[in-house]
């Protein structure tokens, strides 16, 4: 079985354009690290009207996710990023995991 979970990010202003290059030529360790966790079908989208990044992944129910923040390419990718939004003292990215109100079967 699987799960999709779903959160909001904050994206600095003016850093659509860098954010989305970034991501076009992610870490192949930061994927494989994801892949390995458990993770498949992650999506992010943007809203330019708030800079509110919107992300929706699928996991596996036996996922190791919990341990990914942990890992040298997890950190390194964070450190990259967080000079294009918006991030904590350690540099992990703001997240408010959001509730599904509706799913249509």
């Given at each position: 079985?699987?799960?999709?979970?779903?959160?909001r990010?904050?994206?600095?202003?003016g850093?659509?354009?860098?954010?989305?290059?970034?991501?076009?030529?992610?870490?192949?360790e930061?994927?494989?690290?994801?892949k390995?966790?458990?993770?498949?079908?992650?999506?992010i989208?943007?809203?330019?009207?708030t800079?509110?990044?919107?992300?929706?992944?699928?996991?596996t129910?036996?996922?190791?996710?919990?341990?990914?923040?942990?890992t040298e390419?997890?950190?390194?990718?964070?450190?990259?990023?967080?000079?294009?939004m918006?991030?904590?003292?350690?540099?992990?990215?703001?997240q408010?995991?959001?509730?599904?109100?509706?799913?249509?079967?």
């Open positions: 079985m699987s799960e999709r979970i779903a959160f990010m904050n994206l600095n202003p850093q659509a354009a860098e954010y989305e290059k970034r991501h076009d030529a992610v870490f192949p930061l994927a494989k690290a994801l390995d966790a458990g993770v498949s079908d992650y999506t989208w943007h809203d330019p009207e800079n509110h990044l919107f992300a929706i992944l699928t996991r129910n036996d996922h190791t996710m919990d341990a990914l923040p942990d390419i997890c950190q390194r990718w964070w450190k990259f990023m967080a000079d294009v918006e991030t904590d003292a350690n540099n992990v990215p703001t408010v995991p959001l509730k599904r109100v509706f799913l249509l079967p």
